[in-house]
C-alpha cells in the first residue's frame, strides 16, 4: 500500500533576477519519511527548503502540504539551521517557551510541554542554563527542542550537524532519528555530508544544477533503528562512493 504524500512538491520553478535556481522540479515526500537533499554547492538545496516552508514564493508550480497549498509559513512546518538560533539572552526553559507563548498557551501547559521536550532531548537539568554555558551539541538540541515544542508535522533542516565535530554530530544524528521514529515526524533534510545523508535518509534526492533539478532519487535500504556501526559495513560504503558519483 502506498503511503500518503504530506509534502507534495509539483513542477516548482524559482528564479531570482532571471537567475534560475531550479526549474520544473517535482518531488513527493510521505507522511513519516526522512528525505535527504545533497548535490554540489548552488544547485537549490536551502533554497528548496526555504520554499517549502514559505519564506520564498514559486515563480511557477505547487508547493502543497496534505494535499493544500500553501500560501506562506504555517505551524505546521518548522526549520533548523546549522547557525545557532538559539536567543542567547535567554535560558534553555525560555527558548523552548518562545513559540508557546507566541501561540498563547498557557502557563500550566508552557511548563508541561518545555518538560516533555526537554526530556525528548536529553537536555533536563539545564532548563536556567544560558546557551553560553552549554556545549555546541546541546545547543543544537535546545534548536531541536525550540522546534519540536510546537508539535509540527514537518522539520525542515538546513545542514543542522554542520559545524559540530565528527563525534558530536554522529550523536545528534541518532537522536535525531530516535525522536522522529517516537514522534512519527516527516523531515526535509538539507546536508553535504554524504554519509550523513545515507545515515538518516529513507531517500536521497540529489539535486542537479544549471538550473537545479532532480538528478537522481535514491532508496537507502538500512531498516530503522540504525546505529553507528551500519556506516562500517560494505554496503554503505559502496552507496557512498555511488552517491559521489553522481553529484560528480
Request: charged fraction near 25%; glycine fraction near 8%.
Amino acid at each position: 500500500m502506498s503511503k500518503l504524500t504530506r509534502i507534495g512538491i509539483s513542477n516548482v520553478t524559482v528564479a531570482y533576477d532571471n537567475n534560475v535556481v531550479f526549474s520544473n522540479l517535482s518531488l513527493n515526500v510521505a507522511v513519516g519519511e526522512i528525505v535527504c537533499l545533497v548535490g554540489a554547492s548552488g544547485c537549490g538545496k536551502s533554497t528548496l527548503l526555504n520554499a517549502v516552508a514559505g519564506l520564498l514564493p514559486v515563480n511557477a508550480g505547487s508547493i502543497s502540504i496534505d494535499g493544500a497549498p500553501i500560501d506562506g509559513p504555517g505551524p505546521d512546518r518548522v526549520m533548523v539551521f546549522q547557525e545557532d538560533a538559539v536567543f542567547p539572552w535567554m535560558r534553555v526553559s525560555e527558548n523552548v517557551e518562545f513559540g508557546l507563548r507566541i501561540k498563547r498557551m498557557n502557563k500550566e501547559m508552557r511548563r508541561d510541554r518545555i518538560a516533555q521536550v526537554l526530556k525528548m532531548v536529553e537536555l533536563e537539568g539545564q532548563e536556567r542554563a544560558y546557551p553560553r554555558e552549554l556545549s555546541g551539541g546541546m545547543r543544537k538540541r535546545v534548536d531541536l527542542a525550540r522546534a519540536l515544542a510546537v508539535d509540527p508535522e514537518i522539520l525542515l533542516m538546513d545542514e543542522p550537524y554542520g559545524a559540530l565535530d565528527a563525534m558530536t554530530k554522529e550523536r545528534l544524528q541518532i537522536h535525531f532519528l530516535a525522536i522522529c521514529e517516537k514522534v512519527k515526524l516527516t523531515a526535509l533534510f538539507v546536508t553535504h555530508d554524504l554519509e550523513e545523508a545515507l545515515f538518516l535518509g529513507d531517500r536521497i534526492v540529489v539535486l542537479g544544477r544549471n538550473p537545479g533539478r532532480v538528478a537522481a532519487i535514491i532508496e537507502v535500504p538500512f531498516k530503522h533503528p540504525r546505529e553507528a556501526p551500519v556506516k562500517r559495513s560494505a554496503l554503505f560504503q559502496q552507496l557512498r562512493g555511488n552517491l559521489s558519483d553522481h553529484i560528480q
